[in-house]
């Protein structure tokens, strides 16, 4: 018996008790029984089994005890209409094997896939299988994400102590991902060693590929702004790779579904009816939520007789209410009164659709006319959850609405439209996965598109779908209605454009192969793989889940985190955001502690808080990884020019302060996150035959600095050689570096190193606005002219604070050595590679930490400092790139 007939067979058996079941305030869905039910017979457990189990819980068993009544009628259903259920198969399979050992004679060899993934019965199966000596499981501990669907990790133990002759080989050597790569995924399961997972079975991994572009965990100021960097960060990538990749080499990782989640698609639904009343799958979706006691041949009845008469199902159902069609006659009285109610509440809300109330208050007087929140009380035990996801649609449509009265009402054409511009994630996701219903995945199988729906097929009862890999707008609705044109650029229409709930059927060519970004969950992405993964709103709340709880679910939540960053093979980016919309509200999030706690215990760097620069090197790795051949040099270097002077002047919202940002708002004051400058920077210093980026004249080993008094105090913001350095540490570090002779149009290029800073600390004051930095013309920078020369940038370095932003804003890198002198109120520090020196506090070592510099070392500096510079012929250190030492290419010691 499949699922849809299971599950009308067990509404049956709760309909006659359902009223005495709310008395006890007891509410049981069909779908929620036969789950529970399922995870028992995938334990073995009877309905005799489970009924001891709800007595044991004393009084907190009572629903138990009625879903194992429940289970019993169940099975004499199934067996009075001679059918078994899917987990039947499994538990017959075994009685039938246990009775009839003969067979299993035969079997020479068993080999068990994805073991971690086995319930017990299916670990049953394969002990009457399997003879000590003839059976080989493949699994790996670390990617058990299914004990929700009673999968049980526990077997992998089993399976030690019942075949205590086993072998044990350890694939750890990985042939899909990068160093960097598999060190940020194994510090997430491994921190649960001192947290939650003591019973993690130790195991490493190692790759020849190297360490590869290091992990970067971005965070951002909001949502919004986390789905521009990872949509601007697509681009970047490809274009710094050399167009070695394509957007089908993308994806993005959700912890959990959203726009396939039921409630939302509810709500979709009814804003799709009112938009377009043809739309018959709409119609078909919402009739019923909530239960209107329209039965299923009430319902038929409607939609022949609109069929007979070349109506939609809705116009139809509308002349039924106002009695212009004799059906009515035959509708019992009870489901008419209650599809006048629902008519009713489609033309109210027509009406405010077309008057253009915005949408976030339509959804809100939908929610209330048909009392949405308090229907999902009474059917859904987890109703909490699916309320919140009808927040976060209320939350986008207001981004949409704001985004849309920015444009003064102009209405945007589909294409254009506001949100599309976005390119939020969620948006993204549609147009990656709209291919008239089937998709490419990555390996070439075709897949079928979630949500596909005819607007032929008379689809009465709408489930859940089956979550696929890409997934899709949800029965793509034709947005145009025919008789609609007065609802043409009103705030629904725009809204339902922009969700991408509109098909331009012209635009989709079957069998068009386009290349496109994959969202889908980490379910969906087991055992796939791609060149770059995102992994976005790594925050508690969704990982772990917020209705995780128990230490199994959290622990399962770890490894559900870890499966998503294994997916990728040479780029993997986790973001994370500071405040989310909820409903209307932004309300602050957390980094998830699976992170947290690993980066802060970590031996080494295994995230980058920064998006990565690619190198030479780097971008060979990922061809390596992914098997293909990049271009040469020269080719690349054209594309990476030709982006980024594409690139818009100006900030990128994600690019902007945010108060919040304790890293950036050192001594209280605002600096500038100035990432695209830096790729500027990186850019324009970038020596294409040897691959690095590189401070101009360095290698002649000239002193570049710049140093100013200011009052008694000494500063110094610049760079020298490491020879210079060198002869420069053993002075008192009160004593500044001498004026450098450089090159006027030097002086220019390092002022403008610091000029967004500048501006930024200065934006504070209101005194000057930010100045774009624009790529390959210094000539055209323009130098604020405030203190009348090109040091002017320096001046405003006088903060302790500001020296430290400089410093971190021109990337760089770690191990950074702080140098104490024995006065405490002056410290430097110097940077391998890029030797600085810099007068600092004391306490402003404290903020150094603040601003993400790690691994801050104070040395005396009466000793010269052993500062690792640039060896002779070696090349310097790109710039822009605090990166760690390489790791991953050799075996680790675990
Ligand atoms: N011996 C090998 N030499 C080269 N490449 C290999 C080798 N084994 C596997 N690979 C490649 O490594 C990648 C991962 O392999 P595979 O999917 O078999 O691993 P898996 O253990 O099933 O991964 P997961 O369970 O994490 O999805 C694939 O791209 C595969 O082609």
Same mark, same amino acid.
């Given at each position: 018996?499949?699922?849809d007939d299971a599950k009308k067979m067990m509404a049956n058996f709760i309909k006659p008790i359902a009223q005495?079941?709310?008395?006890?305030?007891?509410?049981?869905?069909?779908?929620?029984? @036969?789950?529970?039910?399922?995870?028992?017979?995938?334990?073995?457990? *009877?309905?005799?089994?489970?009924?001891?189990?709800?007595?044991?819980?004393?009084?907190?068993?009572?629903?138990?005890?009625?879903?194992?009544?429940?289970?019993?009628?169940?099975?004499?259903? /199934?067996?009075?209409?001679?059918?078994?259920?899917?987990?039947?198969?499994?538990?017959?399979?075994?009685?039938?094997?246990?009775?009839?050992?003969?067979?299993? &004679? $035969?079997?020479?060899?068993? @080999?068990?896939?994805?073991?971690?993934?086995?319930?017990?019965?299916?670990?049953?199966?394969?002990?009457?299988?399997?003879?000590?000596?003839?059976?080989?499981?493949? #699994?790996?501990?670390?990617?058990?994400?299914?004990?929700?669907?009673?999968?049980?990790?526990?077997?992998?133990?089993?399976?030690?102590?019942?075949?205590?002759? *086993?072998?044990?080989?350890?694939?750890?050597?990985?042939?899909?991902?990068?160093?960097?790569?598999?060190?940020?995924?194994?510090?997430?399961?491994?921190?649960?060693?001192?947290?939650?997972?003591?019973?993690?079975?130790?195991?490493?991994?190692?790759?020849?590929?190297?360490?590869?572009?290091?992990?970067?965990?971005?965070?951002?100021? &909001?949502?919004?702004?986390?789905?521009?960097?990872? =949509?601007?960060?697509?681009?970047?990538?490809?274009?710094h790779t050399g167009n070695l990749l394509t957007f089908d080499d993308f994806a993005i990782l959700r912890g959990?579904?959203?726009?396939?989640?039921?409630?939302?698609?509810?709500? @979709?639904?009814?804003?799709?009816?009112?938009?377009?009343?043809?739309?018959?799958?709409?119609?078909?979706?919402?009739?019923?939520?909530?239960?209107?006691?329209?039965?299923?041949?009430?319902?038929?009845?409607?939609?022949?007789?609109?069929?007979?008469?070349?109506?939609?199902?809705?116009?139809?159902?509308?002349?039924?209410?106002?009695?212009?069609?004799?059906?009515?006659?035959?509708?019992?009285?009870?489901?008419?009164?209650?599809?006048?109610?629902?008519?009713?509440?489609?033309?109210?809300?027509?009406?405010?659709?077309?008057? #253009?109330?915005?949408?976030?208050? +339509?959804?809100?007087? +939908? /929610?209330?006319?048909?009392?949405?929140?308090?229907?999902?009380?009474?059917?859904?035990?987890?109703?909490? *959850?699916?309320? %919140? &996801?009808?927040?976060?649609?209320?939350?986008?449509?207001?981004?949409?609405?704001?985004?849309?009265?920015?444009?003064?009402?102009?209405?945007?054409?589909?294409?254009?439209?506001?949100?599309?511009?976005?390119?939020?994630?969620?948006?993204?996701?549609? $147009?990656?996965?709209?291919?008239?219903?089937?998709?490419?995945?990555?390996?070439?199988?075709?897949?079928?598109?979630?949500?596909?729906?005819?607007? %032929?097929?008379?689809?009465?009862?709408?489930?859940?779908?089956?979550?696929?890999?890409?997934?899709?707008?949800?029965?793509?609705?034709?947005?145009?209605?025919?008789?609609?044109?007065?609802?043409? #650029?009103?705030?629904?229409?725009?809204?339902?454009?922009?969700?991408?709930?509109?098909?331009?059927? !012209?635009?989709?060519? %079957?069998?068009?192969?386009?290349?496109?970004?994959?969202?889908?969950?980490?379910?969906?992405?087991?055992?796939?793989?791609?060149?770059?993964?995102?992994?976005?709103?790594?925050?508690?709340?969704?990982?772990?889940?917020?209705?995780?709880?128990?230490?199994?679910?959290? &622990? %399962?939540?770890?490894?559900?985190?870890?499966?998503?960053?294994?997916? =990728?093979?040479?780029?993997?980016?986790?973001?994370?955001?500071?405040?989310?919309?909820?409903?209307?509200?932004?309300?602050?999030?957390?980094?998830?502690?699976?992170?947290?706690?690993?980066?802060?215990?970590?031996?080494?760097?295994?995230?980058?808080?920064?998006?990565?620069?690619?190198?030479?090197?780097?971008?060979?790795?990922?061809?390596?990884?992914?098997?293909?051949?990049?271009?040469?040099?020269?080719?690349?270097?054209?594309?990476?020019?030709?982006?980024?002077?594409?690139?818009?002047?100006?900030?990128?919202?994600?690019? @902007?302060?945010?108060?919040?940002?304790?890293?950036?708002?050192?001594?209280?004051?605002?600096?500038?996150?100035?990432?695209?400058?830096?790729?500027?920077?990186?850019?324009?210093?970038?020596?294409?035959?040897?691959?690095?980026?590189?401070?101009?004249?360095?290698?002649?080993?000239?002193?570049?600095?710049?140093?100013?008094?200011?009052?008694? !105090?000494?500063?110094?913001?610049?760079?020298?050689?490491?020879?210079?350095?060198?002869?420069?540490?053993?002075?008192?570090?009160?004593?500044?570096?001498?004026?450098?002779?450089?090159?006027?149009?030097?002086?220019?290029?390092?002022?403008?190193?610091?000029?967004?800073?500048?501006?930024?600390?200065?934006?504070?004051?209101?005194?000057?606005?930010?100045?774009?930095?624009?790529?390959?013309?210094?000539?055209?920078?323009?130098?604020?002219?405030?203190?009348?020369?090109?040091?002017?940038?320096?001046?405003?370095?006088?903060?302790?604070?500001?020296?430290?932003?400089?410093?971190?804003?021109?990337?760089?890198?770690?191990?950074?050595?702080?140098?104490?002198?024995?006065?405490?109120?002056?410290?430097?520090?110097?940077?391998?590679?890029?030797?600085?020196?810099?007068?600092?506090?004391?306490?402003?070592?404290?903020?150094?930490?603040?601003?993400?510099?790690?691994?801050?070392?104070?040395?005396?500096?009466?000793?010269?400092?052993?500062?690792?510079?640039?060896?002779?012929?070696?090349?310097?250190?790109?710039?822009?790139?605090?990166?760690?030492?390489?790791?991953?290419?050799?075996?680790?010691?675990?």
């Amino acid at each position: 018996m499949d699922h849809d007939d299971a599950k009308k067979m067990m509404a049956n058996f709760i309909k006659p008790i359902a009223q005495a079941l709310k008395e006890v305030h007891i509410v049981l869905k069909a779908d929620d029984v @036969l789950s529970q039910i399922s995870n028992a017979k995938a334990k073995g457990e *009877t309905p005799a089994g489970m009924r001891a189990r709800a007595q044991a819980l004393g009084s907190g068993g009572q629903m138990l005890s009625v879903i194992a009544d429940l289970y019993e009628e169940y099975e004499k259903g /199934l067996r009075a209409a001679g059918s078994l259920d899917f987990d039947d198969l499994l538990g017959y399979g075994l009685k039938l094997l246990r009775q009839e050992r003969h067979v299993l &004679n $035969s079997v020479k060899h068993v @080999l068990v896939d994805e073991f971690q993934d086995t319930n017990t019965i299916q670990y049953e199966l394969m002990k009457l299988f399997a003879k000590e000596g003839n059976v080989t499981i493949v #699994g790996d501990p670390d990617q058990a994400i299914y004990g929700w669907r009673a999968a049980d990790i526990e077997n992998l133990q089993h399976m030690k102590k019942d075949y205590p002759n *086993t072998v044990e080989v350890h694939l750890e050597q990985n042939y899909r991902s990068t160093g960097a790569i598999l060190d940020a995924s194994l510090a997430i399961v491994t921190q649960g060693e001192s947290l939650q997972n003591k019973t993690r079975i130790q195991k490493g991994l190692y790759t020849a590929f190297g360490s590869g572009v290091p992990v970067t965990l971005k965070q951002t100021s &909001n949502g919004f702004n986390e789905a521009e960097y990872i =949509a601007d960060e697509i681009k970047r990538l490809i274009a710094h790779t050399g167009n070695l990749l394509t957007f089908d080499d993308f994806a993005i990782l959700r912890g959990h579904k959203f726009f396939e989640r039921l409630e939302v698609k509810d709500v @979709l639904g009814y804003l799709q009816l009112i938009n377009n009343p043809q739309y018959h799958p709409a119609f078909v979706r919402v009739v019923n939520v909530p239960k209107r006691n329209i039965g299923e041949k009430t319902l038929r009845g409607i939609v022949d007789r609109a069929k007979e008469k070349g109506l939609s199902a809705m116009d139809m159902a509308e002349r039924i209410a106002d009695e212009e069609d004799s059906y009515y006659l035959s509708m019992p009285v009870n489901s008419r009164k209650n599809l006048v109610q629902f008519v009713d509440v489609i033309r109210k809300l027509r009406v405010q659709a077309k008057n #253009g109330t915005r949408v976030p208050e +339509l959804i809100e007087s +939908l /929610l209330e006319e048909i009392g949405y929140e308090a229907y999902l009380k009474r059917t859904h035990a987890d109703s909490d *959850t699916r309320w %919140e &996801n009808v927040k976060e649609l209320i939350a986008y449509s207001v981004t949409i609405s704001q985004e849309q009265e920015a444009k003064n009402g102009t209405s945007a054409p589909a294409n254009q439209s506001a949100a599309k511009n976005t390119q939020t994630a969620e948006n993204a996701s549609t $147009s990656a996965a709209e291919t008239n219903g089937a998709s490419q995945d990555p390996r070439g199988k075709k897949r079928k598109a979630a949500g596909e729906a005819s607007s %032929e097929t008379v689809d009465l009862e709408y489930a859940e779908e089956e979550e696929t890999v890409v997934p899709v707008a949800n029965n793509p609705a034709p947005v145009e209605a025919d008789d609609s044109e007065d609802i043409e #650029g009103t705030p629904l229409r725009v809204f339902l454009e922009a969700s991408m709930l509109a098909t331009d059927a !012209q635009a989709q060519d %079957e069998n068009a192969v386009i290349p496109r970004v994959t969202i889908c969950t980490v379910h969906a992405a087991k055992g796939l793989e791609w060149p770059v993964v995102f992994v976005p709103a790594v925050e508690k709340g969704v990982y772990p889940f917020i209705k995780s709880t128990e230490e199994a679910q959290v &622990n %399962e939540e770890m490894r559900l985190l870890y499966v998503a960053m294994t997916r =990728a093979q040479g780029v993997l980016e986790l973001t994370y955001a500071d405040k989310r919309m909820a409903g209307k509200q932004e309300i602050p999030k957390e980094l998830s502690p699976f992170v947290s706690a690993c980066r802060e215990d970590a031996k080494k760097t295994i995230f980058e808080s920064e998006y990565p620069v690619i190198s030479k090197k780097d971008r060979e790795i990922i061809a390596n990884v992914i098997g293909r051949k990049p271009l040469p040099e020269k080719e690349t270097a054209e594309i990476i020019h030709a982006y980024i002077v594409s690139l818009p002047a100006g900030k990128r919202p994600w690019e @902007l302060p945010w108060q919040s940002d304790t890293n950036w708002r050192a001594g209280g004051a605002a600096f500038y996150h100035n990432s695209h400058n830096k790729e500027h920077r990186a850019q324009q210093y970038w020596d294409s035959e040897k691959d690095e980026y590189r401070l101009p004249d360095m290698e002649q080993g000239s002193l570049q600095s710049l140093s100013q008094t200011s009052g008694s !105090q000494p500063v110094s913001v610049g760079f020298v050689s490491a020879s210079q350095f060198r002869s420069q540490a053993g002075v008192p570090a009160t004593q500044s570096l001498p004026s450098a002779t450089m090159k006027a149009s030097e002086k220019m290029r390092i002022a403008s190193y610091s000029q967004p800073i500048f501006a930024g600390s200065q934006r504070a004051s209101n005194e000057i606005a930010p100045q774009p930095f624009a790529f390959g013309k210094p000539a055209d920078m323009s130098i604020p002219a405030a203190n009348g020369d090109s040091q002017s940038s320096f001046r405003t370095a006088q903060s302790t604070q500001a020296n430290n932003a400089i410093l971190k804003n021109i990337g760089l890198p770690p191990p950074i050595t702080a140098l104490t002198s024995s006065s405490p109120a002056h410290t430097g520090f110097a940077p391998a590679g890029l030797n600085s020196f810099q007068n600092f506090s004391a306490s402003s070592l404290a903020s150094l930490k603040n601003l993400g510099v790690p691994d801050v070392k104070p040395v005396v500096l009466a000793t010269p400092p052993k500062v690792a510079g640039p060896r002779a012929g070696q090349p310097l250190r790109r710039l822009g790139m605090g990166r760690p030492a390489p790791y991953g290419s050799t075996k680790p010691s675990f």
